[in-house]
Structure formats: structure tokens, C-alpha cells
């Protein structure tokens, strides 16, 4: 009560005395519910009922997730009951056709999503060390090194470490960085152009990105060629959620371009097809283009700055703390042609 008397002592100082007892009331509520001690999150929530909860979402109906889970109707709906009183609100909308998610379900679907598949990368790693390996590393990297240098240097690694294995993604380099520092992944392959502080970088392979023209288009005996200069013909792509794509979009909006592209496929060789047909150009490594080159088809150097990257390898210190980490991205590194 010593609150509620300062209170009024306040209100006196100032000369702002009560109204009524109803104005000296709403002041204890308020004082109340200020000084009142936070109520602690009890974290109760068994990943069982989070993987019961998704297969109602995949199902549609609460007897379905009961029968994927291997439980009966009346110990799921008991499970689902108490997990709503976990998180303190109704999650499912319960019909005679089955359930659906609240909008608090939707979010925690998510959630549940992310932390079923988390504790099963967590049990497969666990598993591999109870049978004496090391684990897995995770893996992301730019669309140049997925395509081209690494998985032949990934070939060379796994062959003489069969005790590891690696879970490689594909992510533009931005994206590499930030799952990296966020933890989400091991080691990271980002061409130099982004910020890597923080982080342990060790150079790995030139990623000269370069022009790659049918041949019967009129060059005359030019050896390069801007950028800019292709933005103005017809353009053979990646698809669009590839890094690489990403990366020439963002250079041709500095310039306040947008890129023609007749096709976009998901590889360099089906890509370097097209080119020789003459339906357009495209932009690709030049360890690409070298592998690539026929007959109807040439290489022009791309003339930008941006355009001479380099590979890097890289990780966090406390990534760098474990034998797998260290042995992969020792291998990539010396695996330099």
C-alpha cells in the first residue's frame, strides 16, 4: 500500500487533489497493475505436441493427426487442449469437418515448423557422434561455386573424410553472410563484394563473371564488352531466386535498368545452349564459360569493375572451433587450382 500512499501524497504536492473515490480507485488500479510482478513464460512445450500440432495443420482434421503420430483421438485432443493452455490462447477452430488453425496457430505452425527440423538436424548430428563420426557441416554458397569449382573439391573432401558430411544450400552471397552470422549455417562461399567483417575469410578461386554471346552477333574483334551494352539486347538468365541473378539485377538498377530476359533456366549448360542458337547472351563465371564454349558461341570480357570477383571462404570464430568446420574449409582452400 506504501505506493498507493505516495500516490496521493504526489497528487497532493501538485495540487491536483482526487475527485471522487472513484478517481482514487482507478489511481490504485493503475499503480496496481504497474508494481504487479511479471509473470515468468513457463516453457512447457513438449516438441512431441509441436509435431501433433503440424500434422493437424497437414491434415486437416485432429483424427488424421492423431493416426500420423500414433495416438488415439482422445489423448491428441488432450495433448492439442493442453498446449493451447501452454501458449494461453485457442490455436485450432474445432468443426464437425475438422480444424483449422487460429491466426495465433498460424504463427505457431511456423515456429513449430523451424524447431521440428532444427531438433532433426540435431538428432541426425548426435546420432553420427554416438557412432563415432563427427557430425555434418552445413554448408551455403553463390551460385558460381555451387555450379562450378565446388563439387569436385567437394568430391576430393568427402572421399578422404567419409566421417563427415556436408548439407550444401545455394543462397546469394548477402544471404550467406547473414545465415552465418546468425548461426544457421558452418561455413559460407560469398564472392568478395560483400562485408565479411567478424568473420574468418580466406580467399578461395577467381569468379570473373563474363559475357557470353552467339557468335554470329557483330562484334568485330572486340576482346570486352560493358555491362550496359548487353542490358540493351536480349538476355538468357538463372531463374530469378538464384544468386547470380540477384547480384546483375541489383547492378542494373544502379544504372535505373531493368534486364530483358527472353528465357531463365536453372543451369549454365542449358543456358550456353540458347546462346548458341542465338537467342541472347548471358552472364556466367568464366570457369563456366570456358567449360561451355563451342563453335557458334564467344566470350567477351565484362568491362566493370564488379565484374573481376573473387571466391571467399568463410566462417565465424565459433564455427572455426570445430574439427569438421576447420577440416572442410582447410580442404576448400587448398583445393585451389
Same mark, same amino acid.
Given at each position: 500500500?506504501?505506493?498507493?500512499h505516495?500516490?496521493?501524497?504526489?497528487?497532493?504536492?501538485?495540487?491536483?487533489?482526487?475527485d471522487?473515490?472513484?478517481?482514487?480507485?482507478?489511481?490504485?488500479?493503475?499503480?496496481?497493475?504497474m508494481?504487479?510482478?511479471?509473470?515468468?513464460?513457463a516453457?512447457r512445450?513438449?516438441?512431441?505436441?509441436?509435431?501433433?500440432f503440424?500434422?493437424?495443420?497437414?491434415?486437416?482434421? $485432429?483424427? &488424421? @493427426?492423431?493416426?500420423?503420430?500414433? %495416438?488415439? #483421438? /482422445?489423448?491428441?485432443?488432450? *495433448?492439442?487442449k +493442453?498446449?493451447? =493452455?501452454?501458449a494461453?490462447?485457442?490455436?485450432?477452430?474445432?468443426?464437425? $469437418?475438422? &480444424? @483449422?488453425?487460429?491466426?495465433?496457430? %498460424?504463427? #505457431? /505452425?511456423?515456429?513449430a515448423? *523451424?524447431v521440428? +527440423?532444427?531438433? =532433426?538436424?540435431?538428432?541426425v548430428?548426435?546420432?553420427?557422434?554416438?557412432?563415432g563420426?563427427?557430425?555434418?557441416?552445413?554448408?551455403?554458397?553463390?551460385? /558460381?561455386?555451387?555450379?562450378?569449382?565446388?563439387?569436385?573439391?567437394?568430391?576430393?573432401?568427402?572421399?578422404?573424410?567419409?566421417?563427415?558430411?556436408?548439407?550444401?544450400r545455394?543462397?546469394?552471397s548477402?544471404?550467406?553472410?547473414? /545465415?552465418?552470422?546468425?548461426?544457421?549455417?558452418?561455413?559460407?562461399?560469398?564472392?568478395?563484394?560483400?562485408?565479411?567483417?567478424?568473420?574468418?575469410?580466406?580467399?578461395?578461386?577467381?569468379?570473373?563473371?563474363?559475357?557470353?554471346?552467339?557468335?554470329?552477333?557483330?562484334?568485330?574483334?572486340?576482346?570486352?564488352?560493358?555491362?550496359?551494352?548487353?542490358?540493351?539486347?536480349?538476355l538468357?538468365?538463372?531463374?530469378?531466386?538464384?544468386?547470380?541473378?540477384?547480384?546483375?539485377?541489383?547492378?542494373?538498377?544502379?544504372?535505373?535498368?531493368?534486364?530483358?530476359?527472353?528465357?531463365r533456366?536453372?543451369?549454365?549448360?542449358?543456358?550456353?545452349?540458347?546462346?548458341?542458337?542465338?537467342?541472347?547472351?548471358?552472364?556466367?563465371?568464366?570457369?563456366?564459360?570456358?567449360?561451355?564454349?563451342?563453335?557458334?558461341?564467344?566470350?567477351?570480357?565484362?568491362?566493370?569493375?564488379?565484374?573481376?570477383?573473387?571466391?571467399?571462404?568463410c566462417?565465424?570464430?565459433?564455427g572455426?572451433?570445430?574439427?569438421?568446420v576447420?577440416?572442410?574449409?582447410?580442404?576448400?582452400?587448398?583445393?585451389?587450382?
Open positions: 500500500m506504501h505506493r498507493f505516495e500516490a496521493i501524497m504526489y497528487r497532493c504536492v501538485l495540487r491536483r487533489p482526487f471522487s473515490c472513484g478517481d482514487i480507485l482507478r489511481e490504485f488500479r493503475r499503480i496496481a497493475i508494481t504487479a510482478p511479471r509473470r515468468r513464460v516453457y512445450i513438449d516438441p512431441f505436441d509441436l509435431h501433433l503440424s500434422e493437424v495443420i497437414s491434415h486437416g482434421t $485432429i483424427t &488424421a @493427426a492423431a493416426e500420423a503420430v500414433n %495416438l488415439s #483421438l /482422445a489423448a491428441a485432443s488432450a *495433448r492439442l +493442453a498446449l493451447e =493452455e501452454v494461453g490462447t485457442r490455436l485450432l477452430d474445432r468443426s464437425k $469437418i475438422g &480444424a @483449422a488453425p487460429t491466426d495465433a496457430g %498460424l504463427a #505457431l /505452425a511456423r515456429h515448423n *523451424r521440428l +527440423a532444427e531438433l =532433426e538436424t540435431l538428432h548430428e548426435m546420432a553420427g557422434f554416438g557412432h563420426l563427427r557430425g555434418t557441416v552445413r554448408l551455403l554458397c553463390n551460385t /558460381a561455386a555451387m555450379s562450378e569449382a565446388l563439387p569436385k573439391a567437394l568430391g576430393r573432401f568427402l572421399s578422404s573424410n567419409p566421417e563427415i558430411d556436408v548439407d550444401v545455394e543462397l546469394a548477402n544471404a550467406v553472410l547473414d /545465415a552465418l552470422r546468425r548461426g544457421f549455417a558452418d561455413i559460407g562461399i560469398v564472392a568478395d563484394y560483400v562485408d565479411t567483417s567478424g568473420l574468418i575469410s580466406r580467399p578461395w578461386l577467381d569468379d570473373r563473371l563474363v559475357a557470353f554471346l552467339p557468335r554470329s552477333w557483330p562484334t568485330g574483334k572486340r576482346r570486352s564488352i560493358s555491362f550496359g551494352e548487353l542490358l540493351e539486347r536480349p538468357i538468365g538463372l531463374s530469378s531466386d538464384s544468386g547470380l541473378s540477384g547480384f546483375l539485377a541489383a547492378q542494373a538498377s544502379r544504372s535505373g535498368r531493368v534486364p530483358r530476359h527472353r528465357v533456366l536453372s543451369g549454365f549448360d542449358g543456358m550456353a545452349q540458347l546462346v548458341a542458337a542465338g537467342v541472347g547472351a548471358a552472364v556466367m563465371p568464366e570457369s563456366a564459360a570456358l567449360r561451355l564454349r563451342g563453335k557458334d558461341t564467344r566470350t567477351l570480357v565484362l568491362s566493370d569493375g564488379w565484374a573481376a570477383r573473387k571466391l571467399l571462404v566462417m565465424t570464430p565459433q572455426a572451433d570445430f574439427a569438421g576447420r577440416t572442410l574449409a582447410d580442404s576448400l582452400v587448398s583445393s585451389r587450382p
